[in-house]
């Protein structure tokens, strides 16, 4: 039914949006016509303070493989997303900052943040940091986050944002990987009332890596520890640094910043984007996607330690001259009408979201919504995974009163902007489907033999053409990045998710089609969690798949099988969750444990997850052939005792 719910493009959005249907028209031919052209005027978005020549220059062959963009030029970003827009903005806000305080607000004008990100570029220096160092930000959400990235950029360090909620050991592998000098992190974050330890896990961590230095900037006013020697509290250090600090030029391909994500196998792999291309995309889609204006106030729930909030609530408003508004707290608390709230506070504008959130609110019911005012708001964004069509609806008629668009984005870390999305001015919207590619962005469904597809289609979702923002490879082990993304379909880059296109030529993306969970919107391995939890002393083998989850979109659902001289307990379960928690963090904690006396496997031993997603899904009447498993009896096994 949804399929043929369709949203017509409101008069007055398309009539003042930066792109119409025709203009859209114009520019996707005239990508597919002439794309150094239509790609050079994506770049000459930025300052240059060395002007490209070159455009783009990629092969996705194995052979010669290379991905560059812009690969003569030299820029640098903090000057992008801030100096250039002194002339004009100096006093404009760029940061608008919401505590988890409800009571707590402050704001910070590009002549201010030029100061900031200038001084603590300066404190980084002085603590001996340098171009292509890689600097690790452990923070919780708040200004001085994307103050310490531009910070970094301004002085051409790379550096890794590792979200506040992962574990100590996770961080502590994440600063090992990439050979992190210096942490910059504080005191502890705060969300939804609640204290979260950040820099106590920062000493954790490093109990097994070492650092020089870590920069710890006073929150929440904790007392905590201090390593004599190693740790330096910014406020210390702050008002004796100049204001001033002449940014680093940059190459085009010089290294930006590296972002841990989850794959199908191994450790999470440091995604690495470079400066010139991933500015310029995450810029051009900022203005694009969001249809962003001078005087817009835009806000981007998700955290800075996730490629959307890199993107979407740093890089990308920032290099457009945006009012940004960073949160540091919860959408349900102190209540489930926060977001409307703040929303009516500050006069957003342009609010872009998660699906498990809306999720979460919707199930609270509508008087939180309609309890505020939200006349401010103009288009509304979806991000992180399929929004499912009665969420979508909720979103479009209760929290938009049914006039403000919704732009379903899809993309990933790996891809460092959007790539198939709505465009407000253009784009008649189906609730669930995230419709069109943007200009220049070339999808293609294959088949498992990698044979592109046309018209309507289901199957592997791989884009064939390179975009600036495309990562560049995995830090430290460039045959993964080739294996992960280059070899299922050689020539083409494979998102790892499945998508279908309906008649119309829209995308609705079905999921990921390997072993990645996208749980609440974060993404992570079956392979991490499994790691996790047989590295507790009671299990013996661990099997972890997703099965569908009201309110997170996927849940976990891990088969445990213990070792010999272990029963089951209800103990037992809740200390597996608690070891998960502190090995990945809390948003990998099992939903449900099943106890598992076997796995079903091949004669060859590979575990099926076929059959074990069949499984949680409670879809037990089609487990499909079990007859050349190992030993098909532990399928009845665990049927019999599927909990719940
Ligand atoms: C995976 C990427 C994109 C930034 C946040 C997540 C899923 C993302 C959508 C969407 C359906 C989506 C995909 C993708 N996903 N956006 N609009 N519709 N699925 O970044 O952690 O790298 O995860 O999230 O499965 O591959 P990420």
């Known amino acids: 039914m949804t399929d043929q719910t369709r949203i017509p493009v409101p008069d007055h959005i398309a009539q003042a949006a930066h792109m119409d249907a025709e203009a859209y028209a114009r520019t996707v031919e005239s990508a597919a016509r002439d794309p150094q052209g239509f790609w050079r005027g994506v770049g000459e978005r930025l300052d240059w303070s060395r002007p490209f020549t070159e455009v783009k220059d990629v092969s996705f062959d194995r052979q010669d493989f290379r991905i560059r963009w812009f690969a003569d030029g030299e820029l640098n970003a903090s000057v992008n997303c801030i100096d250039r827009h002194l002339p004009d903005r100096a006093d404009q806000t760029a940061i608008l900052f919401e505590g988890d305080d409800p009571s707590v607000d402050g704001r910070m004008t590009y002549a201010e943040l030029h100061a900031e990100v200038c001084r603590m570029a300066n404190v980084l220096k002085d603590l001996g940091a340098k171009k292509g160092d890689r600097i690790t930000l452990y923070m919780p959400m708040i200004p001085l986050a994307a103050v310490a990235m531009l910070a970094c950029a301004r002085i051409g360090a790379v550096h890794s944002v590792v979200f506040g909620g992962f574990s100590p050991d996770s961080l502590g592998g994440r600063i090992e990987d990439c050979g992190s000098t210096i942490v910059i992190t504080a005191d502890e974050g705060k969300r939804g009332g609640k204290r979260i330890p950040l820099k106590a896990n920062v000493d954790k961590a490093l109990e097994k890596v070492a650092v020089d230095k870590v920069l710890m900037i006073r929150w929440t006013g904790a007392d905590v520890p201090l390593t004599e020697g190693r740790d330096v509290v910014y406020e210390d250090v702050r008002e004796a640094a100049s204001t001033e600090c002449a940014p680093e030029p940059m190459n085009a391909e010089d290294p930006l910043f590296i972002l841990y994500t989850s794959g199908s196998t191994g450790k999470p792999k440091g995604v690495l984007h470079t400066t010139g291309g991933y500015l310029a995309w995450a810029a051009y889609t900022h203005e694009l996607v969001f249809d962003y204006k001078p005087g817009d106030i835009y806000w981007c729930t998700a955290d800075v330690g996730w490629v959307t909030g890199h993107s979407y609530i740093v890089y990308g408003p920032l290099a457009n001259g945006a009012t940004t508004l960073v949160f540091e707290g919860v959408p349900t608390w102190p209540d489930a009408g926060r977001c409307w709230q703040v929303v009516d506070k500050h006069k957003v504008n342009i609010f872009y979201t998660a699906p498990t959130a809306l999720r979460a609110l919707m199930r609270e019911g509508d008087d939180w919504v309609t309890n505020s005012d939200r006349s401010s708001l103009r288009l509304l964004g979806s991000v992180g995974e399929p929004i499912n069509p009665e969420a979508w609806l909720w979103y479009h008629r209760v929290v938009g009163d049914g006039r403000c668009p919704v732009v379903d984005t899809w993309w990933q870390t790996e891809t460092g902007g959007i790539l198939i999305s709505p465009l407000p001015g253009v784009t008649e919207l189906k609730p669930g489907s995230a419709t069109k590619p943007l200009p220049g962005v070339m999808p293609a469904i294959v088949t498992n033999e990698g ?157 099926m997850r076929r059959i074990l997603r069949k499984i949680a899904e409670n879809e037990t009447s089609a487990l499909g052939d079990t007859s050349t498993l190992a030993d098909p009896s532990v399928v009845d096994d665990l049927v019999r005792n599927r909990p719940g």
Not at 466 to 489: A, K, L
Request: proline residues 6%.
């Open 451 to 607: 044979d592109i597809l046309q018209g309507a289609a289901e199957g592997p979702l791989c884009i064939t053409e390179s975009w600036p923002g495309q990562m560049r490879t995995v830090y430290g082990d460039h045959n993964r990045f080739i294996e992960t993304y280059f070899t299922t379909f050689p020539g083409k880059y494979f998102t790892g998710d499945g998508a279908r296109r309906d008649a119309d030529g829209y995308y609705w993306i079905t999921g990921r089609i390997d072993d990645v969970l996208n749980v609440s919107g974060h993404r992570l391995g079956t392979a991490e969690i499994e790691s996790a939890l047989v590295s507790h002393p009671a299990v013996s083998e661990a099997a972890v798949v997703g099965y569908p989850h009201d309110i997170k979109g996927q849940g976990v659902w891990a088969y445990v099988t213990l070792k010999a001289d272990q029963e089951p307990s209800e103990d037992l379960r809740k200390a597996l969750v608690t070891h998960v928690r502190a090995e990945i963090g809390p948003i990998a904690s099992p939903d449900v444990i099943q106890w598992a006396p076997g796995l079903p496997k091949t004669r060859s031993g590979k575990i």
